[in-house]
């Protein structure tokens, strides 16, 4: 092919048109490619907000630790939400909990990715019937992964980073974060229904009277 497209370049005519032809497919081809090369790597190179709430902060540590050693899969901690990729919230979420947790996912750049992790993230586990405990996370901020138990194990919890890995590869993936500025209305509502109107974050300059 290579050498088919050099032999050309003598005669001017069909150097142009091997030229075309060759950018056309060139662009189809590199688009193809370069998606697909930026997937892998995106899959590969998942960056994970440290933070922890209920019970599954407890089984996150030997994930990430010499036991389990998820780095091996691209998977690291990060100390700060804007340089994160993906949160995990691990377990129940109280109200108090639930605004930080609206407030470091809108910090996070995108793509960003959350994990539900264990039955309380993803119906209210066994505070279904609690006053100060939200029942579905997904009702307030974009959830792309559920791993569900009560404990997830830390090996249900590497499931669900692979799982997510491949469909973030594999470009098999409606993200969270997509649906979650598409159907803002929908999360705002539900989370002002909670908060009010003063929900942080509100990115705006006047955080008088807000209990943030
Ligand atoms: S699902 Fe179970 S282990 Fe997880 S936070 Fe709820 S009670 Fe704790």
Known sequence: MQEGFVSYINDQKDMAQASLEADTEGIKNTQTVIQKAINWFRARSMFVVAYGTGCGAIEMPPVFTS???????GV????????????????????KTLKRVIRTYEQMSEPKYVIALGSCAINGGMYWDSYNTIKKLD?????????????????????????????????????????????????????????GKNIAPAFIEDYTGMDI
């Open 67 to 73: 036991r389990y050693d998820i780095e091996r899969l």
């Open 76 to 95: 690291v901690g990060v100390a700060t939400p804007r340089q994160a990729d993906i949160m995990i919230v691990s377990g129940y979420c109280s109200l």
């Open 139 to 195: 009702d307030y901020i974009g959830v792309d992964m559920f791993v569900t138990g009560c404990m997830p194990r830390p090996e249900a919890l590497i499931e669900g980073f692979v799982k997510l890995q491949d469909r973030i590869k594999n470009n098999n993936i409606e993200p969270g974060y997509i649906k979650y500025k598409e159907d803002y209305q929908f999360y705002r509502a539900n989370q002002e229904r909670l908060f």
